[in-house]
Structures are given as structure tokens and as C-alpha cells.
Nanobody
């Protein structure tokens, strides 16, 4: 499967962005999708996940209430709506797809569950 992110950018603190991730190569609707981020000097960490059905959403505590993950299965695309961005949100954001279909455990955002990754998109919130 191929995952291609777009929609990152540079905004001032308090601004908004909506990166997207277009998937191809497999049945998108059967896989949990997630976003991770990787800031300089830090490990790649979980941001948000959405189940294949779209009815289970999970967020890291640092973005809860500010970020929303959603998917459009007709377009094979998953989005991450980001509002009230903070400088601490600055990172490369990666879209990830579950390695296996119909898995429930991957909604917890464990790196090892995700076998497909995009190339990343830079998000910068300046103070």
C-alpha cells in the first residue's frame, strides 16, 4: 500500500492545519489508520487513530480537544484536523496504516502494529 501525505505547513501559534493522507493499493475501508509525529531529537509518538469503521477514535493526551482524525472511505483518505496549534506540535507528521485488516488492538496506537507509512509532512507552529 502507498500512503501519501499533504497539507502540512507553517502557521503561527493558535493557527490551524489539516493534513491529509491518500491511500492506494489495498482495501482502505478494512484498516485502522493513524497519525504519528516525530519532533527533532525525540522519538516518533502516537497522535491519533481511527478504526476501519470510523466509530472508534483515540488521541494522545497532548492533542485531545485540539486535533480531530476522520476518514473519507469513498476517497481512500484520512485527515487530521488541527486547531489551536502550539509550538510543541512542531514535527514531521506521518500517516500510518495497520499491518492487518480488522484489527482492534492497533487503535491503541502501538508503533509495531503499523506496517505502512507515508513519507511525512512537516507541520510548524511558530511562537
Amino acid at each position: 500500500v502507498q500512503l501519501v501525505e499533504s497539507g502540512g505547513g507553517v502557521v503561527q501559534a493558535g493557527g490551524s492545519l489539516r493534513p491529509s493522507c491518500a491511500a492506494s493499493g489495498r482495501i482502505f475501508t478494512t484498516y485502522t489508520m493513524a497519525w504519528f509525529r516525530h519532533a527533532p531529537g525525540k522519538e516518533r509518538v502516537f497522535v491519533a487513530a481511527i478504526s476501519w469503521s470510523g466509530d472508534d477514535l483515540r488521541y494522545s493526551d497532548s492533542v485531545k480537544g485540539r486535533f480531530t482524525i476522520f476518514r473519507d472511505n469513498a476517497k481512500n483518505t484520512v485527515y487530521l484536523q488541527m486547531i489551536n496549534l502550539k509550538p510543541t506540535d512542531t514535527a514531521v507528521y506521518y500517516c500510518a496504516g495497520d499491518s492487518e485488516p480488522f484489527q482492534r488492538g492497533s487503535i491503541l496506537g502501538r508503533l509495531r502494529d503499523f506496517g505502512s507509512w507515508g513519507q511525512g509532512t512537516q507541520v510548524t507552529a511558530s511562537s
